[in-house]
């Protein structure tokens, strides 16, 4: 099916057109924008389908990386199908107007703040699958995730915002992203590369990817929400890709590089069906004795 019969066959924009009040929005995504981002919905949920086959595969108690890999993609995939539906998002006036005849001129341009809903759920995710792979501990995960919440609110924040004091809280986020990096860098690495090689290999391909491809979501806000430079239908491309990379590829990554690891390695050991403990050791005891008073009676 040619991209054009898609684009043709896609009625989101005349279901929820770009308008608010009555009001058109004046820079807001086309049906080739709406369609990009249907395509990149249906490839989050192909993966995520897939990443939950696959657990299958393995003991339920092994299934730890499967299933936040699952939720990352399963996550995107209904922020994806939103915006594809044109819905999840709010006008803001432009703090840069372009001038006319410029393919971004207008007053207001359409945020998708669904976007960030995605983020805040799915990066902490994603961190939780690097620093659960170095087997880092549970204080240090927890500054990590705050560390990642402050930027993805501050870059939500700056996005809203109708003047240049947008990029004081882009300004937040970024260091705030920095710090992410120097923790994943420096003493996630070298807890990762003390646990083997194999272990040290998926956490560098992993953690190099994201660390790529993070860097380049700056960039990416910079010439969409902050500087208003590219069309929201470019803004649904690079945001895209960069999704795209960031969960389905870094999923696929991670589940084969985790195959023939075992969680318990990693000090993630869970036991399923198996009680232990000490009522678990009377319950046996009591089961024994019963069996014998059964076996006396009947003798």
């Known amino acids: 099916m040619s991209s054009d019969l898609l684009v043709a066959r896609n009625n989101a924009l005349n279901v929820n057109p770009n308008m608010v009040n009555g009001k058109s ?12 981002y249907y395509a990149i919905c249906a490839i989050m949920g192909t993966v995520a389908f ?9 003991p339920r108690e092994d299934r730890i990386f499967f299933y936040i890999t699952a939720a990352i993609n399963f996550t995107a995939c209904i922020a994806y199908f939103t915006m594809g539906s044109n819905l999840g998002w709010t006008p ?33 995710l994603l961190l939780m699958d690097l620093l ?25 924040v700056g ?14 986020g970024c260091v705030a992203m920095f710090g992410i990096f120097w ?40 010439v969409c929400e902050g500087g208003n430079l590219i069309t929201p239908d470019s803004e649904a491309v690079f945001y895209g890709v960069l999704d795209f990379i960031a969960k389905p590829v870094f999923s696929i990554a991670l589940i084969f590089g985790h195959w023939n690891i075992s969680p318990a ?11 232990t403990g000490h009522a678990h050791d009377h319950n046996i005891e009591k089961d024994r004795q019963g069996d014998g008073q059964t076996s006396g009676a009947q003798a």
């Open 265 to 275: 390695r990693l000090g993630l050991q869970i036991k399923y069906g198996h009680p």
């Open 25 to 36: 929005v004046d820079i807001a995504i086309t049906t080739h924008g709406s369609s990009f």
């Open 183 to 222: 923790e994943l860098a420096f003493a996630s690495r070298k807890q990762a590369k003390a646990l083997g090689s194999d272990v040290n290999r998926v956490f560098v391909s992993c953690g190099v990817l994201t660390l790529f491809i993070w860097c380049l979501y700056p960039i990416a806000w910079g």
């Open 50 to 58: 897939g990443v939950i086959g696959l657990s299958y595969l393995k």
């Open 132 to 156: 659960l792979t170095a087997a880092m501990p549970w204080p240090t995960i927890t500054w990590i995730i705050f560390l990642d919440w402050v930027m993805i609110v501050t870059g939500l």
């Open 92 to 124: 803001i006036d432009v703090e840069w107007l372009r001038p006319r005849g410029s393919e971004v001129f207008g007053i207001n341009r359409e945020i998708f703040y669904v976007r960030y809903v995605d983020w805040f759920v799915t990066t902490p």
């Open 159 to 172: 996005a809203l915002v109708k003047s240049r004091y947008k990029f004081g809280f882009f300004a937040a």
